[in-house]
Structures are given as C-alpha cells and as structure tokens.
C-alpha cells in the first residue's frame, strides 16, 4: 500500500478541459447562428470543430501516454472501466429516448389518429380519412411533408448490414483473444478486418441513404415514419463512425506494439462500445426494418 | 510526462489561472459552489421581476411575454444553475474527503465538467437579448408552443445539451470514485449517507440526462429539419414530447432532492450526538425512491387525457413514494429522540427540512390523487408545492451543508449569531412566499399568468412581501460566507463535537491535498455506528 | 404557524382558501376527497411533528439530555413502513371509483366540442347547428390600470358557453395551435385541448348560475387573458337561447350577401381587428418586434391584395399567424382585411368585398 508508485495518479493542471469549452460552445454558437440564418455561423462550427479535434487528439494522447509511461495503477485501470460501463450505459439511454419514440407512433399515436383505442373522435373529427399503418406512408396530412412512396426493405442491404456487424463482433472479439495469448499478428488481422467491416456498413448504409432520398422520396420529412427511420439509422451511423475511429486508433497502437495481456484498457473500451453499437442495430433491424 | 507521483506539493499556478487550469477536486468544489451562488441569485432576480408583477392585479411592468420569459429561465436557471451545481459542488468537496480518497477519480474530466457550465448558461442567458425574447414556454418546454420561440430556440437546445454533457461527466465521476476509490476499510454499507445518495442520484443523473438530450434533440429536428416527432399531421403527437420528457423530470426532481436526504442525515446525528436511526433502511428506502422515479413520470400529465388504466397506475405507483420517504422522515425523527440535542445553524437548517420537506411532501401526495389533481394541476398549489420540496427541501439543505462544513473548506468559523439570523429570517419569509401560494392555487389562480382576477390579490401581496423578504435575506448569506473566507476564528479539525468522519479527521482548513495513503478507519469513525 | 393555516382552511372557504365544492356531484365528490386527504396529512404532520418538537423541547443537552445509544429496531421499521402503505391503500379506493365515474363519456344528452385558439376558445354545440368564438371581454383599460377593475375583471368574455342544468354534457377538446386546457372549477376538471387530438370529458351541472375559469395550460402571451365563462340554464331557457342564435346566424349570413361600401367595411373591420387581430398585431398595428409584425406600413398591407387575402385565410405555418378561413365569415374577413389597408395611414383606398373572400375559398 505504501509504496509511492501504486498511488492513485493524479494528474495536474490540465489545459485540455477549457479549451474543450470553448471548441464546444463555438461548435455549437456556430450551429445555432446558421439554423438561425444569422451570418460566420458556419465558420464558427468549423473554427470549433477543429479546436475540438485538436483538443480530443491532445488529450487522448497525454493519457495514452501517461498510461505508456507507466503511471497507472490497477485501481486507475479499474476506474477507466467503470467510467466507460457508465459511459454506455448513459448512450444506451440516449438510444432509448428514440426507441420510445419509435414505439409511442407505432403502438399509440398511430393507431390513436386512426380512431383505435377511446379515441374514435379525434378520428371522427379531425382525420376521417386517416387510415392507421405502419411503415405509415399515408400521412393524416401530408400538405406539409414530403411523402414517402415505399418503406425500407429489410431484406437486402439492411440485412447483409447485420450479418456485417454480426461479424465484425466475432472478428473484434477473436483479436481480443489474440491481444490476450500475446499473438500480435492475428490481434493486427483482427482488428484491420472489424475496421474495414465497420467501414463496409457505413458505405452500404450512405448507399441505403441516397437509395431513401432519391428513389423512395424517403426522408426525415415524410412524417412519423420517415422521421423515426432516420433519427435511429443516422444516430446509429454516427456511433458506428465514432466506433471505427476508436479502434483505428486501437489499431494503430496495436502497431506501435501497446497493450499487454493485462493493460489494454483502451482496446477493451473500443471493444465495449463496439459490441454496444452491435445490439443498436440488431433492435434497429427487428423493429424499425423488419417487424 | 515527467510529474512524478510525488510532486504533488501544493503547485498552484498564480493568480486566476489556477481556477481555469485545477484539477483538484477542492477547487473544483469550490467552483461549482460559487458558481451555484451567482446563478441562484440571476434566478432569484427573476423570480423577483415575477413576484413584483404579481403584487397587485393588471399588468404593472412586464409585458405578458417578458414575464413568460421571467418563469421559464428562472427555473431552467435555478434548477440547472444552481440546485444543481451546488450538489456537485458539495460531492466534489465532501465525497473524496468522506472516503477518504486523494481525488476525484477522473480530476481532469473533473475540471471539464465544470467549465462547460459558465459557457452554457452564457448561451442560455444571452437568449434575453435575442430578436423575439428569450424562450417563453416554460421550462418543460412543451411542444408546439416551444416551436415558435424566436432565434432564442437553438441556443436553448444546445445550452441543454451542454447542461446534460457536464452532469453526465460530473456524474460518472462521481459514481466511480464512490466505487473505486474509498479506503479500503470502507466497505459499500459502512458508507456515510451522504455519500449514498450521491450514489444513487449519479446513476438517476445518468439515466436521465441522456433521456432529455434525446428529446430535445427531436424538439430541434421538428423545427429545423422537418420531422414530425410532436406533429399529429405527420403521425406524431405533442403528449410524446411530455412522455420522454417527464421521464427525464421525475428523476430529474429526485436528483435535487436525495444529496438534500444525504446532507440531513449526516448533520441530525451529528448535533443528537446519536447514530443515525435505521442506517440500513435509509439506503433501501433512497434506493426504492430511485426505482419508483422511474415509473411515475405521468402524474405530470394527468390532464392530457391518458387512458382509464394509465392513469390509475400512475396514480398508484406515484403514492408508493410516499412510503420509503415516510421511513426517511420517522428515521430522522428517531435520531432525534432522546439524543441530546443542540441547535446550531447546521441543526436548525436540518430540522427545519424535514418540516418543510415533509409539508411539500403531502401536498405532493395531493396531487398524485389523480382526480384532485384535474384541480390542482397547473395551478398555485404545484407552485406551492414544488417550492416547498425545492426550496425549504433542496436549498434549505444546501444551505445547512454550507454552515456545516464552511468551517472545514476555509478553516474559519462562520458567525453564529448571523447564521441563526439568516436562518430566521429565512424561515419566517419562506412560509410567508409559499404557504399563501396553496390558498390561491385551491381558489383557482392558474400558474405562468401575468395577471390575476382581482379575489387573488390579498394572498399574492402576501405572497410578494414574503418574495422580497427572502430575497434580501439571501444578502446575510452571502455575507457570511464571505466573511467567513476571510476572517473568523480559527475552527478546529474536529468543528463539531458530535462530528463523526473521516472529513473531521484532517486538519481544517482541508490541506490541498489530503488522503494520499487511504486512511485506516479508526474504531468509531462512521457516524452511525454508534460509539 | 403553518399547521393552523391548514385547519382553518375549511372553516374559512369563504375567505377563498380552499377548494370549491363546484355544482356538480363530481365536483363535490373531488372536493371530499381533497378534505378526506388533506385531514390526513394533517393528522399525520401533527403526529410526526409532534413527536419531533417534544423531543426537541426534552432531549436537548442544555437540558442535561444524555444521547441513548439505540440505531435501529427492526420491528418499529416494519410498522412504519406498512402503516403508511395501508393509509395510501385507504386513500386509493375512493379515488380510484371517483376516476372510474369521471372517464365515463357515455350515453351523453348533448356534445359541445371545444376548440382552443391564442387566445380564445371556440365552441360547436353539435346537436344544433350552432357556433362561435368567445373572447376575453375585460376592456384593456383596465388591465394597463388605467381605469378601476370589474368585479368580474378577466374572467369575463363576450360570448359565454351556455349549458342545460341536469343533462350530461359531453365535451369534445381540441386546439388549433398550441395545448390549452379547459378549466372551470365549479365542474371539477380541467382537461388539455391538443392540436391534432380529441379529449373527451363531461360534466352534469346541478343548478343554473355562471360559473367561470380560464385556460390552465400556458399557451403564449396571452395565456392569462383567455377566460371562459358558462352559463347554465334551465332546459326552456336554453331551448330559448340555442333558437334566438340560430336567428341571428342567419341574418348574419344574410348580410354578406349584400354588396358593402368602403366606410361600412372599415367600421366593422375595426371591430373584428380590435377583438381578434389585435391580441398580437397590437392597437394601432405597431406589432411587437420580432415576435408580431407590424400591420402599420407592412409590405403585406400595402401591397398586392391577394397575398394579403392569402396570409388572412391560410395563415402562415408554424407561427403564431394561425388561418382565419375557417374562423370568420367571409364578411368578416372581407371587413377586417379593408380596414388593415386603410387603417394604421396604410391609406390605400383598397375594398375587399365578401364575394371575393367567398370565391378565395
Ligand atoms: C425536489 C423536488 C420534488 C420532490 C422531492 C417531489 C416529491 C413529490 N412530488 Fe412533486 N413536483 C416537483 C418537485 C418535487 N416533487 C416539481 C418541480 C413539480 C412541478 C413541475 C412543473 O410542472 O413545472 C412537481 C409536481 C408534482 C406533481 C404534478 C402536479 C401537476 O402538475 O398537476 C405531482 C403529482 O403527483 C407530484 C407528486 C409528488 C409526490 C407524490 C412526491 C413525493 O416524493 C413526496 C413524498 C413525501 C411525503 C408524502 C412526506 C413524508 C412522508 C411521510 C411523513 C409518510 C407518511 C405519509 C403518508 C402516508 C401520507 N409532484
Ligand atoms: C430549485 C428551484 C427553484 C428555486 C430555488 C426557486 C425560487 C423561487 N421561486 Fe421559483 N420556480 C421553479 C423553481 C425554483 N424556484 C420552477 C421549476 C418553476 C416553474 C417554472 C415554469 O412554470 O415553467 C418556478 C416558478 C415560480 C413561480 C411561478 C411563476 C409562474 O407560474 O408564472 C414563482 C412565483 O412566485 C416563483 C417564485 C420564486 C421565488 C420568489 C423564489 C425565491 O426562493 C428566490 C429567492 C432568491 C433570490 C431573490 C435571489 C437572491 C437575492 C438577491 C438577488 C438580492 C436582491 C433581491 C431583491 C431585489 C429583493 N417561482
Ligand atoms: Cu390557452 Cu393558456
Ligand atoms: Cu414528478
């Protein structure tokens, strides 16, 4: 307990923290200014962007060296697992906000305009000509939307989609196995492949997307549907984007010869969230293509 | 990097720099603290603007819309700015030290979650000087009416989300740090109370935040982007919107109320000079709290017209809470009974809680009867009550955890005599400001109203007296506590005789760094264990 | 000083410090379930505080008090926790039949729907074919304080709800923009008016009178500005009322018939803009910046009259500017638009007739 180097590290005054403040609140300040129509709103985003970058790429380097240098102790390996648990727990609630949504359409408002369930009037009265369906194509009123002409197939590229994360869990979990029995070279193989399947799905899907927009009129704007479709895809594809990045990086320390059978933290995060974004899109598939 | 563990001499950078660049969970502490302080009085001076319109009938100074404006940012102010904060302010201080740990586990994250703050609330209080207002639809934001705020809605969003990504930071850090970093003596049930409510209002934090990011986040795409998320034409539903939200809000409203549970059960012992009543009950009871929160969320609702059976759960699952707050209450009046008492500032804070509390707590109980709540919904009698629990609960605790461990943080003790001033005149004014409120609220006064039939006069002067009184009683607080700073007799490691903890064990004020070896739990270190 | 404030409530209803029974037996029986609750709350405080000032007042160290050791009993932690489980229990049963009675729409003798605008409510009395707005009445004199206040000051409106006593009325709550919510408290609820959704409710009133409430759902500026007012009236005098409207519906239609002159299209236009447009464009269409345009010189206002006609009947999606079509006559429209380009020194000279609103249609 006594010896100084299994203290807990503490690391001093960082520069880090503030400078994300202000790459986020410029990133943001940006937005608004451009949703508003207010002018620079679009320099500003880039501006805070690029600090952002910067700010990330500093940070996660002075800890990735600090953990190469050999500060870290066991309880700050276990404090990094806890927070990254949390961490996905807390996006597994952000997911779940736009699950509810998706549920609340499809099992009540839905079928509520369409005069199910005690609400016969608001059928009656406001949507006589509403008939309730889900994938809902045919708005209460479509003047203000942009409607869509057919529902996303499950079959096809959403279901090879699956099958390419499916595998990109068993290569990922299959390096794993290698970074623990110390071969290098499949640990290297298996990480090359998820990333290039995790690539894979992201250009199917960007695929998908120009087939939504340009041939389906399937959009954000075509009503509950359409809306709940892109709002879970496109958060989906985002983290699928972050997850890549995260075990590019994990790739490329792999390279550089890091991680040890017992300290490869930033693998098992990667590996973490990686699985996390799988379960996403298998509860993706089954409700908002499939069912 | 070369720091080496040992360097951990006091090197703080000179000047205001330190405060910007610190990764010590004490400065980090004090931050939030002050930070909670200058938002509750930006709030507060709204809440002033809201209580002068409504000292007579007619409209005297606000325009209808301004005044909308005044409701809504001061909640989003109080709630998020400074209830709020003030608890991460007290974790930060308190949490290491009453485990004795060196640090908050990620101090660097730590120093982040905190400097998002001042940039969000700039964002949000910048929204008053924007063409069409500030945002005027309430701080539950309910859709469409949120949709037509002017050029002030997606700075509202983001600042939101910026509120949501710092309390999830700060919350993850402290829920690890509760659970990596304790002395190893110290296991999960030998925890002070305290610190097991931050526990578990960490998880609520974590749950829910990411739950009103979501929701707002959908606010943004049906007013820029087209979706219909909160638009029956396309499908949607404007109810939706209150659904995920309250979801988000239930929690949201225990959040500011466990670390309160926490700082009451550790102040009661201390000054009864008697362990805790029912240590284990209390955790079970904050954990079951926790639980129900989830499962209430509509008694917000109960007016939208859910169906027969909806209404009827919620009604009953939101009575359920009663029961494990009860346990709460009689536990404290047990270690209350035949200790021996004495009533310092801290003590009376405390006392006046659990009376207060427990008012805000019935009148809860009232509106959680659905059929009562047809009348009581949206009217003086929710404002009556959610000031009685946020109020005389959450901030009359923040309060007494100030007064209780004022003298650790600055090594300094307050002044008694104006302590129990403030505290007097605190109490007498906040009755005055909400007790008239339950009157109006039954006779039929609607809430976010400018202007009122003239039978509710007499009780809104009261009311508005009672508002200013408060208001200006906050200035001996803030005195105190700078006074306090900078002079005052010199306290001992020990403040309080009956003070059980570690955080007493380490000389006041607290050195910069404390607990760099985890301490040895010395027989009768933990408060309720009895000595 | 709190305990005393909430026994003497009942005792001193008159003083409005409690809730009102309303005149309806749903009414009374939410009034007998708040009292039944609040006595036992009451009764509960007074057992827990008391318990808590006597130990205050005798276990207090200047006393001499020694701290017993005790922390924690089972068997007392059992009792309080199930005690109280049975009180809520005894609370849920009468609440839950009065929910049961008040979600029964069923069977009813007459429907109203009500609809809710910023800020005024609309109401369709479905069996007969009659409807109208009705709006705050309260001069705006009063509210700026620059004359002394009614009686009955914002809770009056120019055209209240009239009701038979003793039938069961079932209302039908919708909203054409945001979410308000119908509230009188003498019937005993209040329910939320959502756009694209209808709420069910009713109510069977016990003895004639006027009986008031106001929008109880904050719906923008004026939200505290949009009373409502019912009228309860014997089964005869109702019958009276519904005929007498149903009279002047028709000479009403009768009149945009007609071919009408630029004074007389002003004079009532003014009339129209000064109860509905001027909630937001503002007396004297100066508007309020950024959030309602100015009238006074608007583009609109002064220049080609179909764009104007259009933004008038259609109103402009997702602002406030909500379509006036389906809520005024062509008449009035015709009125209201004439008096918009000559008014506020828009002096254009322009005439709107109702045969052209008619043929906008
Ligand atoms: C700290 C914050 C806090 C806390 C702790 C609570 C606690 C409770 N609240 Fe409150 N509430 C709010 C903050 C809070 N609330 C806010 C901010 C709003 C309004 C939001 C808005 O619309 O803007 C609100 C609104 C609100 C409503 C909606 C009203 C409406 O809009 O119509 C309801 C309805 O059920 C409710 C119920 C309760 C209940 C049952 C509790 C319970 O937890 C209380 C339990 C405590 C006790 C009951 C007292 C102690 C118990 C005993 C002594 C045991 C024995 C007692 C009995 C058996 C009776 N609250
Ligand atoms: C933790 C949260 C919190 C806190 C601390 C407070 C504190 C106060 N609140 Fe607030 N309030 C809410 C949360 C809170 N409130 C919420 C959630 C709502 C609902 C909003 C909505 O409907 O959307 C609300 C709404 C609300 C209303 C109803 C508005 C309406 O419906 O239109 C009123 C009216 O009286 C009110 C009053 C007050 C007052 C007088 C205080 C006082 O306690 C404040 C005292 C503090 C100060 C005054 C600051 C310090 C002193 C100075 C700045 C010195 C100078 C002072 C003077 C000039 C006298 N609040
Ligand atoms: Cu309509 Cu409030
Ligand atoms: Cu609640």
Redesign the interface.
């Known amino acids: 307990?006594?010896s100084?180097?299994e203290?807990?590290?503490?690391?001093?005054?960082?520069?880090?923290?503030?400078l994300?403040?202000?790459g986020?609140?410029a990133l943001?300040?940006g937005?608004?200014r451009l949703?508003?129509g207010?002018n620079i709103g679009s320099t500003l985003m880039i501006f805070g962007g690029l600090i952002m970058v910067l700010m990330l790429v500093g940070?996660f380097g002075?800890v990735i060296?600090?953990s190469q240098?050999g500060?870290y102790n066991q309880?700050v390996g276990?404090?990094y697992r806890?927070?990254m648990c949390?961490?996905i727990?807390?996006?597994v609630?952000?997911?779940?906000?736009?699950f509810?949504?998706l549920f609340?359409?499809r099992v009540?408002?839905?079928p509520?305009?369409g005069g199910e369930?005690?609400?016969a009037?608001?059928h009656l009265?406001?949507?006589p000509d509403f008939i309730a369906a889900w994938p809902?194509l045919q708005?209460?009123?479509a003047?203000?939307?942009?409607v869509a002409k057919a529902p996303m197939e499950a079959a096809g590229i959403p279901a090879l989609n699956t099958l390419i994360l499916l595998s990109s869990a068993a290569t990922v979990t299959w390096a794993h196995w290698a970074l623990k029995a110390e071969r290098r070279r499949q640990l290297i193989v298996g990480l090359i492949l998820t990333v290039s399947l995790g690539l894979l799905f992201l250009a199917l899907q960007a695929y998908e997307y120009r087939h939504a927009f340009t041939e389906l009129n399937l959009?954000?704007?075509?009503?509950?549907?359409?809306?709940t479709f892109?709002?879970l895809t496109g958060f989906h594809g985002l983290h699928v984007t972050v997850g890549a990045i995260m075990l590019m990086v994990v790739l490329g320390r792999s390279l550089a010869g890091h991680f040890t059978p017992l300290g490869h933290f930033a693998f098992e995060a990667s590996a973490w969230y990686w699985h996390f974004v799988d379960v996403v899109w298998l509860l993706l598939f089954t409700f908002v293509y499939w069912l | 990097m070369t720091e080496s563990v040992h360097a951990h001499a006091d090197e703080k950078p000179p000047g205001l720099w330190r405060w910007v660049v610190t990764t010590n969970h004490k400065d980090i502490g004090t931050l939030y603290l002050l930070f909670a302080l200058l938002m509750f009085f930006i709030g507060g001076s709204m809440s002033m603007v809201i209580r002068t319109e409504l000292f007579q009938p007619g409209l005297q100074f606000t325009d209808p819309l301004f005044f909308n404006q005044m409701t809504t940012m001061h909640a989003l102010v109080m709630i998020f700015g400074a209830v709020m904060p003030a608890f991460v302010g007290l974790a930060n201080w308190q949490i290491p030290l009453m485990i004795g740990a060196p640090d908050m586990a990620f101090p660097r994250m730590n120093n982040w979650s905190f400097w998002i703050l001042p940039f969000a609330f700039s964002m949000l209080l910048s929204t008053l000087f924007m063409p069409g207002g500030a945002p005027a639809g309430g701080w539950t934001m309910y859709p469409p009416l949120v949709l037509m705020t002017g050029d002030a809605f997606p700075y509202l969003i983001f600042s939101i989300h910026l509120m949501g990504l710092s309390s999830l930071m700060g919350a993850i850090n402290i829920i690890v740090t509760i659970l990596n970093m304790r002395t190893p003596d110290m296991n999960l049930m030998k925890m002070p109370l305290f610190v097991w409510t931050w526990l578990v209002t960490a998880f609520l934090l974590i749950a829910a935040m990411p739950v009103l990011a979501g929701v707002v986040t959908m606010l943004l795409t049906d007013r820029f982007f087209g979706s219909s998320f909160f638009n029956a034409a396309g499908g949607g539903d404007p109810v939706m919107f209150q659904h995920i939200f309250w979801f988000f809000g239930h929690p949201e409203v225990y959040i500011m109320i466990l670390p309160a549970f926490g700082v009451v059960s550790t102040i009661i012992p201390t000054f009864a000079r008697k362990p805790l009543f029912g240590y284990a009950s209390m955790v079970y009871a904050t954990a079951s709290i926790a639980f129900l929160s989830f499962i209430v969320w509509a008694h917000h609702m109960f007016t939208v017209g859910m169906p027969l059976a909806a209404e009827l759960f919620f009604m009953y699952s939101t009575m359920l809470i009663a029961v494990p707050t009860g346990v709460k209450i009689f536990n404290w009046v047990s270690t209350m009974w035949r200790g021996s008492m004495t009533f310092e500032t801290p003590m009376l804070w405390a006392i006046s809680f659990v009376v207060l509390f427990t008012i805000g707590g019935f009148s809860g109980l009232m509106l959680a009867i659905t059929p009562a709540d047809f009348q009581y919904q949206d009217t003086y009698f929710v404002v009556a009550h959610f000031h009685y629990v946020l109020v005389t609960g959450s901030v009359f605790g923040i309060f007494g955890a100030v007064y209780y461990w004022l003298p650790k943080w600055t090594g300094n003790m307050y002044n008694e005599r104006l302590g129990k001033i403030h505290f007097w005149c605190s109490i007498v004014f906040s009755n005055l400001l909400y007790f008239p409120q339950h009157f109006l609220g039954l006779a039929g006064m609607p809430r976010r109203v400018p202007d009122y039939a003239i039978q509710f006069t007499d009780w809104n002067q009261v009311s508005s007296i009672g508002g200013i009184g408060f208001g200006l009683t906050q200035l001996i607080f803030v005195y105190i506590v700078f006074q306090t700073i900078r002079s005052g007799s010199k306290a001992p490691a020990r403040v309080w005789d009956g003070a059980i903890g570690l955080e007493w064990s380490v000389p006041s004020p607290a050195p910069y760094h404390t607990f760099q070896e985890p301490p040895k739990l010395a027989e009768g270190e933990l408060q309720h264990e009895g000595t | 000083m709190v305990l005393p404030g909430l026994a003497a409530s009942p005792a001193q209803a008159d003083f409005a410090l409690n809730m009102r029974q309303g005149v309806t037996p749903i009414s009374r029986e939410i009034y007998d379930l708040h009292m039944i609750i609040l006595w036992i709350c009451v009764a509960i405080g007074a057992l827990v505080f008391g318990a808590m000032f006597y130990s205050i007042v005798r276990h207090r160290r200047s006393k001499g008090a020694v701290a017993a050791k005790f922390h924690e009993s089972t068997l007392v932690e059992v009792i309080w926790t199930l005690v109280p489980s049975l009180i809520l229990v005894a609370m849920a049963i009468p609440a839950t039949r009065t929910l049961i009675a008040m979600e029964d729409t069923s069977d009813p003798d007459l429907t109203i729907q009500v609809t809710g605008y910023q800020w005024k409510w609309h109401y369709r009395y479905l069996d007969d074919e009659v409807s109208f707005f009705s709006l705050l009445a309260t001069p705006s004199d009063q509210i700026k304080n620059r004359s002394p206040k009614g009686e009955n000051y914002l809770l009056e409106v120019d055209e209240p709800l009239v009701l038979p006593i003793r039938k069961k009325i079932r209302f039908l709550l919708g909203s054409n923009d945001v979410i308000h919510a119908w509230w009188v408290p003498d019937l005993g609820w209040k329910r939320d008016a959502i756009p694209g959704f209808i709420n069910e409710s009713w109510t069977w009133i016990e003895e004639p009178g006027t009986y008031r409430g106001q929008c109880a759902e904050l719906c923008g500026r004026d939200h505290g500005f949009m009373p409502i007012v019912v009228e309860a009236k014997t089964e005869e005098e109702y019958r009276q009322w519904v005929e007498s409207r149903k009279v002047a519906q028709r000479s009403e239609q009768a009149l945009a018939e007609q071919e009408w002159g630029l004074e007389q299209l002003v004079e009532r236009g003014e009339d129209v803009y000064n109860k509905i447009c001027a909630a937001c464009h503002q007396p004297g269409g100066v508007g309020i910046p950024n959030v309602f345009p100015a009238l006074k010189g608007s583009p609109v206002a002064t220049g080609p009259v179909d764009a104007h006609i259009e933004i008038v009947m259609k109103g402009k999606q997702g602002t406030a500017m909500q379509a006036f079509a389906d809520q005024l006559s062509d008449l009035d429209i015709a009125a209201v638009i004439s008096y918009e380009r000559n008014a506020f020194g828009n002096d254009s000279g322009d005439m709107v007739q109702p045969a052209q609103i008619k043929s906008a249609r």
Do not use: K
């Not at chain 1, 609630?93 to 736009?98: K, L, P, V």
């Not at chain 1, 003047?143 to 942009?146: C, E, V």
């Not at chain 1, 959009?219 to 809306?227: A, D, E, L």
């Open positions: 307990m006594s100084a180097t203290r807990y590290y503490l690391p001093h005054n960082s520069y880090w923290p503030i994300g403040s202000i986020l609140c943001f300040v937005f608004a949703l508003t207010a940070w002075t060296r600090e240098s500060s309880q276990r404090s806890w927070g949390w961490f727990f807390s996006e609630m952000f997911f779940g906000a736009f509810a949504a609340y359409a009540l408002s839905v509520w305009l369930g005690g609400e009037s608001t009265f406001l949507w809902l708005l209460p009123d003047s203000q939307f942009s959009s954000i704007g075509s009503g509950i549907y359409g809306t892109i709002m």
